[in-house]
Structure formats: structure tokens, C-alpha cells
């Protein structure tokens, strides 16, 4: 009995023991397969990232700026100014979101062309009204004259590579504190200062306190801000002896000192921290020249035995000396030089044009006249000469270049309206209505230049 259970017991270790021995190997094979199973991703990982990343420079090369720039400025598409329903155009005014504003949280600087651009509808309107706001002048003032149509006040100017904010009356007046601004000019500076004071009335009113014997130059004042508003009347920035009547009907020549700058406001410019000068249409009238107190010539006069020189002439000149006087002034505030304003007559011109348009235009439909790009030309022209000089000088002068936000607003002046009720029944029918094709309406599309102004101030 004891043998044949120590035989039985010797024969269940050896089958414990083989069982074992099996067991090991299993987990050693075991062992080894899951090792190779770890390995193969973690070589596969490294060659994808590789591929991965060659792909990404292949397709999103790091482009050379300069050719970057120039071919996104060919591929921009023009964006068509539609003359339909406001309505149409609410899922486009949004903005489709910058991808790098949603991943990083924060706004991305551009930098763009802010004159380059088109008018697009903005169904909020201008901020003030002709009843809000009693600056407005009564040729300028086109709701209350009786202008029958609104839609004109629904639009407003957008760049066509970036956004740009709308003017912030509140932040201006704030950056303006214990500051003086002028914008010196013609009859298109009074139309623009009236509107900057519009825009700022809904923080402050301004008081004025100030107006020459004439009342075309006048000065205001943000008692709060300690902030002043001039515009200074001086529509050929050279001395001028001008003869004609409050509709601007001459009755003689002007009188044009091409080599004296007019004292308006060269005695008031180095105490000016901002300005805004231009100048334009009154060098188309018919003048006589001057230099050295001598006669040199004159534009238009067959009446007069003198060489005609061409507005062309004097006006550059002028805006040489002009720009010439401000590049080399060792001015240490912010000067603006403005471009002339396009007009928008048809069949005629200040005494019997018209201009009926309701709606802003397409690039396309509208052009410069011949004697507006004369203007400009030259305009752009000095601008390039002073704009080193002053640079090197540490004088800070901008150009203002309206003129193509103000060619695409044929829509915006106030044509028969600068008069109250010019069809009124109990006028007589054989008077003449003059249009004014030149000023604009207030509020009205002039009131964008101060947002590109603002921008320019902020950012640039």
C-alpha cells in the first residue's frame, strides 16, 4: 500500500513539474510578442510625423513677402456695391471669423489700404440726426431742407482687406484732452468740421467762441476736455483777393499771390497739434498771377492781355510752397494733407448741373472728370516730393486721400436741397433751383472720413 502510493504521488509531481515548465514557456513567448506589439506603433509614429511634416511645407510654403503681397492684392475680389434692398445684405455684413482670433483669443492687427474699398449697407445708421445736432449749416442741412429719400444715410465705408472700426466719439475726446485741431481749407473743410462736431456732440456739445467778421472761420471748444475745434477759412492757402457774391457767382477775377502763403493760418500753425489742409476747386476760377508783387499770367481771362498760364500752373506751385513750408517746419504734431473732393454734376456744372442719384455707385460707373484727375495728379504728385523731406525733418504728414469713397457717393449731396422747401407750391415756378452737387449732406457720407481719420490716429 505505502509503494503504490509513493509511486502515485511521485507520478502527480512530475506532472505538476511538466506543467509548470509549459506554463514558463507560454509566458515567455508571451512576453516576447507583446514587446514587438509596442515597438512596431512607436517606429510607425516617428515615420508618419516625418511625412506629416513635409506635407505641411509642401502645401502651405512660407511665401517671400514682398510676392505674397502682390499677388493677394491681384486676387482680391471687388466687392459690387448693390443699389437693391438693404435687407439683402444683413448675412453678409457678418464677417466671417479670422481662424487665428478663434484659436489664440485675440484680435489680429491688419494692415491694409484704408481707401481702398467700397460701400456697404449698414442698416444702424449715422449717430446723430439734423435734430440731434444743431451745427449743421442750412445748405448742408438736406433732411430738414426737404430731401424726400433717406437711403443714402444707410451706408458705410469698408476697406477691402480689413475692418474698420466705427468712429468712437467718447475715446477721440479722451485722446484730444488739452489738444487743439484745425482743418483749414475751403467751403469742403466748413462741411467737414461740421460733421466732426456732429459726431462728437453725442458725448459733448462744443461752444463756440470764436468767428472772424464773415463768420467762415470759427472756433469751438469741449469745456470738459479742454479740447479745441477751428476751421480755418482759406481756400487757396495763399494770399487771395477773391470777388463774389454768397452763391460763389464772381464778379471779377481773383487775385492769386503765388509766393505769399496766406497768414490765416500759417501765424496759428505752430500752435495747432492737429490739422487737416486742403484745397482744390477755387484754383479752376478765373485768376490773375502774381509773384513779387509782379503779374505773371493768369487762368482764363480773354478779357486781359496775359499769358495764360493754366491753373495747372499755380496750383502746383502752391501746393509746392504749401507742402514745402510744412515738411521743412520742424512741426511736432499731426498734419493731414487732403486730397481735393470730386463733384458729382451732370449736364452741367455749379450754375445748371444736376445730380438726381439715390443710390452709392459701382467702381465701375463712375470715373474722375478731366479736371478733378488734373488736380489730384498734382496733389499726389507734391505730396510724394514733401512726404522725405518731412520724414527727415521728424514732421508727422499724412495723406488724406477721399477721393475714391467720395467718387462711389453720387447719392450724397444735397442737389436742389441746399435751399428749405425748394419746390414749395408758393414759389414761383419760373425761379431757378440751384443744385449743389459739390458739399455733402449732413449726416451723410462725409461723416466716414472720420473713421478712416480716427483709424489713422489710433493705428497708424
Known amino acids: 500500500m505505502k509503494l503504490n502510493w509513493s509511486l502515485k504521488k511521485n507520478n502527480h509531481l512530475l506532472v505538476k513539474l511538466a506543467v509548470s515548465i509549459l506554463l514558463v514557456g507560454l509566458a515567455f513567448r508571451l512576453f516576447v510578442f507583446k514587446s514587438q506589439e509596442f515597438t512596431a506603433p512607436s517606429e510607425l509614429e516617428t515615420s508618419g510625423s516625418a511625412d506629416v511634416d513635409r506635407i505641411e511645407v509642401v502645401a502651405e510654403p512660407e511665401p517671400e513677402p514682398a510676392k505674397a503681397k502682390a499677388e493677394g ?46 460701400w456697404v449697407p449698414n442698416p444702424s445708421g449715422p449717430v446723430y440726426t439734423n435734430a440731434s445736432c444743431p451745427l449743421i449749416e442750412s445748405h448742408q442741412n438736406c433732411i430738414r431742407n426737404g430731401r424726400p429719400d433717406s437711403g443714402y444715410l444707410y451706408w458705410r465705408w ?15 475726446l479722451d485722446m484730444m484732452r488739452n489738444k487743439t485741431w484745425a482743418l483749414i481749407g475751403d467751403s469742403i473743410s466748413r ?6 462736431l456732429c459726431m462728437l456732440s453725442t458725448v459733448e456739445q462744443a461752444v463756440e467762441v ?8 470759427k472756433r469751438w471748444h469741449f469745456s470738459s476736455y479742454n479740447f479745441s475745434v477751428s476751421v480755418i477759412w482759406s481756400p487757396f492757402l495763399t494770399k487771395a483777393a477773391t470777388f463774389e457774391d454768397f452763391n460763389g457767382v464772381s464778379t471779377s477775377e481773383v487775385e492769386l499771390q503765388l509766393d505769399k502763403l496766406d497768414e490765416k493760418w500759417t501765424d496759428l500753425y505752430s500752435n495747432l497739434d492737429y490739422m487737416i489742409i486742403s484745397t482744390g476747386k477755387w484754383f479752376l476760377k478765373s485768376s490773375i498771377y502774381y509773384e513779387n508783387d509782379t503779374v505773371v499770367g493768369c487762368h482764363y481771362c480773354p478779357k486781359r492781355n496775359l499769358t495764360e498760364l493754366g491753373f495747372d500752373y499755380a496750383y502746383g506751385k502752391t501746393l509746392h510752397s504749401v507742402l514745402d513750408f510744412i515738411a521743412t ?3 511736432k504734431g499731426s498734419i493731414f494733407f487732403r486730397t481735393s473732393t470730386p463733384d458729382h ?3 452741367g ?13 459701382k467702381g465701375d460707373e463712375v470715373e474722375l472728370k478731366y479736371l478733378s484727375k488734373i488736380l489730384r495728379d498734382i496733389e499726389l504728385a507734391e505730396f510724394e516730393k514733401a512726404a522725405p523731406k518731412a520724414a527727415e525733418n521728424g514732421v508727422n504728414l499724412k495723406l488724406l486721400d477721399f477721393s475714391s469713397l467720395s467718387l462711389l457717393r453720387p447719392d450724397g449731396h444735397p442737389g436742389p436741397y441746399r435751399e428749405f422747401q425748394p419746390f414749395a407750391k408758393e414759389k414761383d415756378k419760373n425761379a431757378r433751383v440751384q443744385k449743389d452737387c459739390l458739399h455733402w449732406c449732413l449726416p451723410g457720407p ?3 472720413w472720420n473713421d478712416l481719420i480716427m483709424e489713422m490716429i489710433v493705428n497708424r
Open 446 to 448: 462725409i461723416d466716414a
Open 73 to 118: 492684392e491681384a486676387k482680391a475680389p471687388e466687392a459690387e456695391v448693390s443699389t437693391g434692398d438693404v435687407s439683402e445684405y444683413e448675412d453678409q455684413n457678418q464677417m466671417p471669423q479670422n481662424e487665428t482670433e478663434d484659436q489664440i483669443g485675440m484680435p489680429v492687427k491688419e494692415k491694409c489700404d484704408l481707401f481702398t474699398g467700397d
Open 329 to 331: 517746419s520742424n512741426h
Open 158 to 172: 469698408k476697406p477691402r482687406d480689413c475692418e474698420l472700426p466705427p468712429f468712437d466719439a467718447e475715446k477721440f
Open 191 to 196: 462741411n467737414h468740421v461740421q460733421s466732426v
Open 349 to 361: 456744372d455749379w450754375h445748371n448741373g444736376t445730380c438726381e442719384k439715390t443710390n452709392p455707385a
Open 210 to 217: 470764436y468767428h472772424d467778421e464773415d463768420y467762415k472761420s
Open 345 to 347: 454734376f451732370e449736364n
